[in-house]
T-cell receptor, first 115, second 113 residues
Framework: DGGITQSPKYLFRKEGQNVTLSCEQN?????MYWYRQDPGQGLRLIYYSQIVNDFQKGDIAEGYSVSREKKESFPLTVTSAQKNPTAFYLC??????????????FGEGSRLTVL | SQQGEEDPQALSIQEGENATMNCSYK?????LQWYRQNSGRGLVHLILIRSNEREKHSGRLRVTLDTSKKSSSLLITASRAADTASYFCEYLDRGSTLGRLYFGRGTQLTVWP
């Protein structure tokens, strides 16, 4: 079945460590997104990519990095420079360009806890 | 920020009652979507309304859009306990060449049996 897969679902990290969250989609979507969600809050955009080998910063990109080497994959690295990384991270994908209706398809999320 | 605003932030009702959630936005849009999020899960798309539409129905869902007021509402009729979730609006900025999407802050709906 087509869909978007995030892994791991739960992740624990010590302070000072980098961690990479995986996001893979087989929907043939050009655009992919990473959002952060804190308890009781809406979604805040970290990074997004409209096409392979290109990505743009969102509203809260500091302390995060991404790559888009393949259409199917958009991994997010939470670096030690992110001061408050404990959160729920959501990856999404959509069609891009003229076909983009704005409808996003979401993964099930990754919950990162910094100990 | 172009982030949308939703109200109420939280809504608590009994089964069988209707639930209305509102979303206001700041930019010009092409489309507006509503999503549902169960606790600890990803968001699931519910319904899309285009900027040239005023109302749309899907099952027990009714969405309205008023572009002059830059607002949208989601009505869930005859609510059920299973409707308990957070609901978010999302819209595409018409002026963005990069396809920028924005979300509202969400409404937490609790439906009591």
């Amino acid at each position: 079945d087509g869909g978007i897969t995030q892994s791991p679902k739960y992740l624990f990290r010590k302070e000072g460590q980098n961690v990479t969250l995986s996001c893979e989609q087989n929907l043939n979507h050009d655009a992919m997104y990473w959002y952060r969600q804190d308890p009781g809050q809406g979604l805040r955009l970290i990074y997004y990519s409209q096409i392979v080998n290109d990505f743009q910063k969102g509203d809260i990109a500091e302390g995060y990095s991404v790559s888009r080497e393949k259409k199917e994959s958009f991994p997010l690295t939470v670096t030690s420079a992110q001061k408050n990384p404990t959160a729920f991270y959501l990856c999404a994908s959509s069609t891009a360009g003229g076909m983009n209706t704005g409808e996003l398809f979401f993964g099930e999320g990754s919950r990162l806890t910094v100990l | 920020s172009q982030q949308g605003e939703e109200d109420p932030q939280a809504l608590s009702i009994q089964e069988g009652e209707n639930a209305t959630m509102n979303c206001s936005y700041k930019t010009s849009i092409n489309n507006l979507q509503w999503y549902r999020q169960n606790s600890g899960r990803g968001l699931v798309h519910l319904i899309l309304i285009r900027s040239n539409e005023r109302e749309k129905h899907s099952g027990r869902l009714r969405v309205t859009l008023d572009t002059s007021k830059k607002s949208s509402s989601l009505l869930i009729t005859a609510s059920r306990a299973a409707d308990t979730a957070s609901y978010f609006c999302e819209y595409l900025d018409r002026g963005s060449t990069l396809g920028r999407l924005y979300f509202g802050r969400g409404t937490q709906l609790t439906v009591w049996p």
